[in-house]
């Protein structure tokens, strides 16, 4: 029984961390704490563009946060026209705008 229900919720599940370990390595220098905002590169903007950003800001851990500005991730996100939707989470930030 606990070997169905645990297959079951695998296969509900999104998996999107291959995803985001590559938008946070060709997206740092956009989505980095500590610094002003820039536009993203070619590559970061191809990165997010095969990405689902709602998916990796709801698995922003909090140790990422400490790296990178998740209001910065729903910037970036937008700037690439792949916006995360109003009233999603994203890491410790509600988005409320986009």
Sequence with gaps: MFTMFG????????????????????????IKIG???VPPTES??????????????RILTIEELLIVSAAKIVLLAKDCHKPVP??????SILNMYF
């Design 86 to 91: 109003a009233g999603t989470k994203c890491g």
């Design 35 to 37: 610094a002003p905002y």
């Design 7 to 30: 297959t079951h919720q695998a296969w509900g599940e999104q998996d999107c961390y291959r995803e985001k370990d590559l938008v946070k390595e060709r997206c740092m220098e956009t």
């Design 44 to 57: 970061c903007r191809h990165t997010v563009g095969q990405s689902d950003m709602t998916c990796i800001c």
